[in-house]
């Protein structure tokens, strides 16, 4: 894996008195250069875009059927809904059919076919969902966190979804992130959602790491974008079923498919 390297002046000659450097690190890992490592939630930390694929098949399949049109598959997760604020994956999915509803509000009943309601009406099944079946994160992110904890690289959460913090401390994840930008607090703050990179670049910001020295990690095509356009010094791509191919294509620098594959470059000695 590698990324780029920030061009710098030319050090000053060192006096002549001047004690001998320390010698570098035999064999650096792409992230020695950098200070933070910014995760999504959903399908990075935790298997919890399994709930959400179910919870807007149940939304849509219903819905879509009703109206006549091309039914909803898994490829329209993947394609109009992964990574995105929840309304603005309603609206992506409404508009790849051909179907006009009104925006509607926030507080909308879930009964009401509005954008907003029917944003609604699938929160109500994934809460559902994870409250009976709760959810555990992925071992091999688990280990990449702790490998770059242990090296002192700052840490946040940068989630489109309103329900990240319920999740966190459903897969006991809580208490390891001081830094959380979620949908909650894109919404309280007017900060757009992916894959504009403001959500990242918030979450840079908070933890005093400018993006160029920050690695984003994503699973979703929307999110990937976000961390190239904000500038960020590695996009690494999780493929959780979006395709390695395409992850490269809309911006990852590269892509693995567990993060757990990373942990020995992070955690051997030389």
Request: some cysteine.
């Amino acid at each position: 894996m590698s990324e780029p390297t920030p061009h710098a002046p030319a050090p000053a000659p060192a006096p002549a008195n001047a004690p001998a450097p320390a010698p570098a690190p035999k064999t650096p890992t792409p992230f020695d250069p950098l200070d933070a490592v910014l995760f999504d939630l959903d399908g990075v930390l935790t298997p919890t875009a399994e709930v959400h694929m179910l919870a807007w098949a149940r939304l849509f399949e219903p819905f879509l059927a009703a109206r006549g049109v091309a039914p909803y598959t898994d490829a329209d997760y993947f394609a109009y809904i992964d990574g995105k604020p929840r309304y603005a994956g309603v609206a992506s999915l409404l508009v790849s059919r051909g179907i006009v509803v009104p925006d509607g509000e926030p507080t909308d009943s879930p009964d009401l076919d509005t954008v907003c309601g029917l944003g609604n009406r699938k929160n109500g099944v994934f809460t559902s969902v994870l409250a009976s079946d709760g959810v555990a994160p992925y071992p091999g992110s688990v280990a990449f966190l702790d490998a770059v904890q242990s090296r002192g690289v700052a840490v946040a959460v940068v989630s489109s979804s309103k329900n990240a913090r319920p999740v966190l401390t459903a897969a006991g994840l809580i208490d390891r992130f001081e830094v959380i930008v979620d949908g909650v607090v894109a919404a309280e703050h007017g900060i757009a959602g992916k894959p504009a990179p403001d959500t990242y670049l918030y979450g840079a910001a908070l933890l005093g790491v400018p993006a160029t020295r920050a690695v984003v990690v994503e699973d979703a095509h929307s999110g990937v974008a976000a961390g190239r356009a904000g500038g960020f010094g590695l996009v690494l791509g999780v493929d959780r079923g979006a395709g390695h191919e395409e992850l490269l294509a809309s911006g990852a620098d590269v892509v693995v498919d567990d993060l757990g594959e990373l942990v020995a470059g992070l955690t051997r000695k030389d």
